[in-house]
């Protein structure tokens, strides 16, 4: 019987070899100055090397690698890979008139009217240590990482192991064990729009199936994630949670593998919550980043001037609750925005809604386009020029007044 993690891999010698003769393998690699990563696809276990060298693979590379082998889990593709359809930006005219800069997003606005949805993937693996960190020079997100039972790394999106977790798992406590539990934590799902497009999503599709129960999250959550929960009819307080400090070895861990913008996973939102109960929707909404610590619009006032006279109302996100803001959203027709976790909120418009985007295009982000194609709302894509030295994400935008006015000729 495995009593932890760690203390598994210090008893099991890989491929049956006896410890003289991983003895005699260690010091030849050593001598011959073999990198760690070497070393371990020898057969060597990473904790050897104090979890340096970790090998990764996909969940399918897993199955397809221990396909001969005994109790090695069950893996299931619930979605398939499919290509969309989806319409060009209300305002362009031309799919080449789309950026085509791929950025750390893996796609672009040019690909988005033909993007692939990739497969989404449910697998239940035996004996799983999951690890994770956080990180303070990045507004201390969180970063979780899956080590299955030949301790190799499992690649799956937003959950991929980093040489940090070598570093958490070197000081860390003996791993908490439990029998069964279900994985959906990604990295920085604390962050709004994550927490909507990526965790509600699978949470709701782990509900259609009675699987709620097994799902384990984390302790420090949001009010928001809390009331969206709740919500749902859901106690935040019903659900696994673990020690910060202590590693995971869960006997059997199921993961779900998703894309974060597949239509199916994204369309269970509006149902759950009553969207499509909703009364006609009426109000045109101008969300504010003006209380905001980046990405302001520079001339807000300006634009505010333009869209008050045409019914718009002016709406700070951050002092609403989560509640608040999905009644709102219920009543939106027309939703305008500078490019923000804010426009995430276009899941609880009704279908048909108008979605207009204000973002600088010489950094583009494709991501609400992909939303809003997925949600069947109108999309409208409208170019800023960025002022400043810092990151792109942290600049402040202009918008030209012009362009807000052509925009609301033709607004239906």
Not at 45 to 67: S, V
Not at 69 to 83: F, T
Not at 338 to 347: D, F, K, R
Request: a neutral charge; aromatic letters at 10%.
């Amino acid at each position: 019987m495995r009593t932890s993690f760690t203390q598994n891999q210090r008893a099991t010698s890989p491929g049956g070899k006896s410890p003289k003769e991983i003895s005699i393998k260690t010091n030849l690699l050593i001598k011959t100055g073999i990198v760690f990563d070497k070393a371990v696809s020898f057969g060597l276990l990473p904790n050897w090397f104090a979890y340096r060298g970790m090998q990764k693979e996909t969940i399918k590379n897993y199955f397809d690698r221990n396909n001969n082998k005994k109790n090695v889990g069950s893996y299931q593709i619930v979605h398939k890979k499919e290509r969309a359809y989806n319409p060009l930006p209300y305002n362009i005219e031309s799919k080449k008139d789309l950026p085509d800069e791929k950025g750390w997003w893996g796609y672009s606005f040019n690909d988005v009217p033909h993007r692939y949805s990739d497969e989404t993937i449910i697998a239940t693996l035996p004996n799983c240590l999951v690890t994770w960190f956080n990180n303070p020079d990045k507004g201390n997100d969180y970063y979780p990482a899956i080590l299955t039972d030949d301790r190799r790394a499992l690649i799956m999106r937003e959950v991929a192991y980093k040489q940090q977790h070598a570093k958490v798992l070197r000081k860390a406590p003996e791993p908490l064990q439990i029998e069964e539990a279900i994985w959906v934590t990604e990295r920085v799902y604390h962050n709004h729009s994550h927490w909507l497009t990526a965790h509600l999503p699978k949470l709701l599709w782990l509900r259609n199936h009675n699987l709620l129960h097994k799902v384990i999250l984390p302790p420090n959550r949001t009010a928001a994630m809390n009331d969206s929960l709740r919500m749902l009819g859901l106690d935040p307080d019903d659900f696994i949670t673990y020690d910060e400090n202590q590693p995971l070895f869960v006997k059997q861990l199921t993961v779900m593998d998703t894309d974060r913008f597949r239509p199916e996973l994204l369309r269970l939102i509006p149902t759950a919550y009553g969207v499509h109960e909703a009364e006609t929707p009426y109000r045109r909404i101008l969300i504010s980043r003006a209380k905001a610590s980046r990405r302001k619009l520079i001339n807000e006032e300006e634009i505010w001037s333009l869209l008050e006279p045409h019914g718009f109302q002016r709406v700070f996100m951050e002092d609403l609750t989560f509640q608040e803001q999905v009644t709102l959203m219920k009543e939106t027709s027309v939703l305008v925005a500078p490019h923000g976790a804010g426009l995430t909120n276009m899941m609880f418009c009704p279908q048909g809604a108008q979605i207009v985007e204000i973002a600088d295009l010489d950094f583009p982000n494709p991501n609400f386009y992909a939303l809003a194609s997925a949600m069947k709302h109108q999309y409208w894509i409208i170019n800023a020029q960025s002022e400043g030295d810092a990151h792109p994400l942290e600049k402040n935008m202009y918008v030209d007044p012009i362009v807000i006015k052509e925009m609301l000729t033709s607004l239906i």
